[in-house]
């Protein structure tokens, strides 16, 4: 087996799985009983967390490639990508389903008047475009520039979801405060090194 | 003055009350039943029921807001083991004739504790109904003699670190404060529970005497009291001075006060899959309401 065949049929498919976990693990919790005696509230955070963790993940990979040279990252970026995208459409629909019944009226009320909802949600829209163009097919009919540059509101919605941490929690911002240092320094190893650096001695 | 007959619609158009509420019926057993078809085989400890049962004794001791223990809703069962309850002094000082050191079995002895079934609506939308054991405030007010001064109750925690973990972390001002205008104290409604479900307290509800004030978010509710002082001005309270927009020094449940983290109008009770409507001063309007007569309570909520 080549090192193509391999990525392909046994690490793609490792990482598939794992990834799958904390989903497969959270229906077994809700089956048996496991979450606290509040369990919508407890299935919201831990999708919430999920999508967020795996945000930082697809955020990480450019920067780690970069320093440890390992390019072969970049085959898996789309992939947890996409279950980010995954565990937050599972964090919507509960709050959607579950937490307001699809009362129109609950909802409509809470991105109007919640900001951490109206970020949270509006952040989860910025990511339905790269979900969607997130195909082969889809980087080709954009061309790698644009695709690039469209795929760019990753940070945009990244950033929404600290705020919309930051400003869910009442008295205790370790966990938001955590994530959001994480960010900051995902984003900062992607600023352009100064000019004078890069000139040859 | 010429009141308008709306003649255009015939009285046939109009539907009945009897069917408009029956239709209204229909369409939300309809709803119900669709919901717990699509998500009841996933969450069967859910209740059914509109009324007020009981909330179980398991979930009452294991999903609470202490942060002495911890911010997270399990943290205070897990952590509030190093919590020693005995001996243990009330202190009541401040505007009073017979202010006083009172121990916790004197306490016990001296009023004796009724149970008192509650609602417990929690700022954050969630509620409970919780079999209090407990004697009303008012016997232990009365008892020391407020001055004419006393306008005000403060109530204070205990502030120990190496009893409550959650002290060495500055989430919020410690030890932790609440206050009371003193009618609202005196009010036959405000207990202070020793016990619950016919037991003493567990540590993480509060041990071993704990306010209960039915018609306010829990969070005034003040937990483990080491102190409770006659004053004559509104006393700073924890919440309130940590975030004064969200946190009103009165806290009437309230669903007309809109909070930028939760809507208000609803709420969860605990151990069901519906929220529910949340009522003005928990439902507990008739008794309280005249407390307030002639107060703007979206000013002061």
């Given at each position: 087996m080549n090192r193509a065949q391999l990525v392909r049929w046994v690490a793609k498919p490792v990482v598939f799985v794992t990834l799958l976990l904390p989903a497969v693990i959270l229906a077994w919790d809700s089956v048996a009983g496991n979450l606290s005696v509040n369990p919508i509230e407890d299935i919201t955070h831990r999708t919430g967390r999920w999508g967020l963790i795996l945000l930082l993940v697809t955020l990480a990979v450019t920067p780690v490639r970069r320093i440890t040279g390992w390019s072969v990252l970049i085959r898996f970026r789309r992939m947890v990508g996409l279950f980010a995208f995954f565990y937050l459409l599972l964090h919507f629909s509960t709050y959607v389903v579950l937490d307001q019944f699809f009362s129109l009226r609950g909802i409509a009320d809470d991105v109007l008047n919640r900001p951490y909802i109206t970020v949270g949600f509006a952040s989860l829209v910025l990511l339905v475009p790269l979900a969607v163009t997130s195909t082969k097919g889809m980087v080709k009919r954009l061309g790698g520039r644009r695709w690039a540059n469209l795929h760019r509101l990753v940070y945009v919605a990244a950033g929404g979801g600290i705020v919309h941490f930051v400003w869910l929690v009442k008295a205790d911002y370790r966990d938001p405060t955590i994530y959001g240092i994480v960010l900051v320094l995902l984003l900062a190893s992607r600023l352009k090194l100064p000019r004078w650096r890069s000139v040859p001695t | 003055?010429?009141?308008?007959?709306?003649?255009?619609?015939?009285?046939?158009?109009?539907?009945?009350?009897?069917?408009?509420?029956?239709?209204?019926?229909?369409?939300?057993?309809?709803?119900?039943?669709?919901?717990?078809?699509?998500?009841?085989?996933?969450?069967?400890?859910?209740?059914?029921?509109?009324?007020?049962?009981?909330?179980?004794?398991?979930?009452?001791?294991?999903?609470?807001?202490?942060?002495?223990?911890?911010?997270?809703?399990?943290?205070?069962?897990?952590?509030?083991?190093?919590?020693?309850?005995?001996?243990?002094?009330?202190?009541?000082?401040?505007?009073?004739?017979?202010?006083?050191?009172?121990?916790?079995?004197?306490?016990?002895?001296?009023?004796?504790?009724?149970?008192?079934?509650?609602?417990?609506?929690?700022?954050?939308?969630?509620?409970?109904?919780?079999?209090?054991?407990?004697?009303?405030?008012?016997?232990?007010?009365?008892?020391?003699?407020?001055?004419?001064?006393?306008?005000?109750?403060?109530?204070?925690?205990?502030?120990?670190?190496?009893?409550?973990?959650?002290?060495?972390?500055?989430?919020?001002?410690?030890?932790?404060?609440?206050?009371?205008?003193?009618?609202?104290?005196?009010?036959?409604?405000?207990?202070?529970?020793?016990?619950?479900?016919?037991?003493?307290?567990?540590?993480?509800?509060?041990?071993?005497?704990?306010?209960?004030?039915?018609?306010?978010?829990?969070?005034?509710?003040?937990?483990?009291?080491?102190?409770?002082?006659?004053?004559?001005?509104?006393?700073?309270?924890?919440?309130?001075?940590?975030?004064?927009?969200?946190?009103?020094?009165?806290?009437?449940?309230?669903?007309?006060?809109?909070?930028?983290?939760?809507?208000?109008?609803?709420?969860?009770?605990?151990?069901?899959?519906f929220k529910q409507d949340t009522l003005m001063f928990n439902g507990y309007g008739d008794q309280v309401a005249q407390l307030y007569s002639g107060m703007d309570l979206k000013r002061n909520f």
């Open positions: - | 003055m010429l009141i308008k007959k709306p003649n255009d619609i015939s009285s046939s158009e109009i539907t009945d009350e009897v069917s408009y509420h029956s239709r209204r019926k229909f369409i939300e057993t309809v709803a119900g039943a669709a919901a717990y078809a699509a998500v009841g085989p996933l969450v069967p400890w859910f209740q059914r029921g509109q009324g007020d049962e009981l909330t179980s004794y398991d979930a009452i001791t294991t999903y609470n807001n202490f942060y002495e223990f911890g911010t997270g809703k399990d943290d205070p069962a897990r952590n509030a083991g190093s919590l020693r309850t005995r001996p243990w002094t009330l202190t009541v000082e401040g505007e009073v004739h017979k202010p006083g050191v009172l121990d916790m079995d004197d306490i016990l002895k001296q009023y004796p504790a009724e149970e008192r079934v509650y609602r417990l609506r929690c700022v954050e939308a969630w509620s409970m109904v919780i079999p209090w054991l407990g004697f009303p405030l008012a016997n232990l007010l009365q008892a020391v003699e407020p001055t004419s001064k006393a306008r005000f109750v403060e109530f204070t925690t205990l502030h120990d670190p190496t009893q409550m973990p959650g002290q060495k972390r500055n989430v919020l001002p410690w030890p932790y404060v609440e206050g009371l205008r003193l009618d609202e104290a005196m009010h036959p409604l405000t207990i202070l529970s020793v016990g619950l479900y016919g037991k003493m307290l567990l540590n993480q509800n509060g041990a071993p005497i704990r306010l209960v004030v039915p018609w306010k978010y829990g969070f005034k509710s003040i937990k483990s009291i080491v102190r409770i002082r006659l004053v004559e001005n509104q006393p700073a309270t924890a919440w309130n001075s940590v975030a004064p927009r969200e946190y009103g020094f009165y806290s009437n449940v309230n669903p007309e006060v809109n909070h930028p983290r939760w809507s208000q109008r609803k709420e969860r009770r605990i151990g069901k899959l």
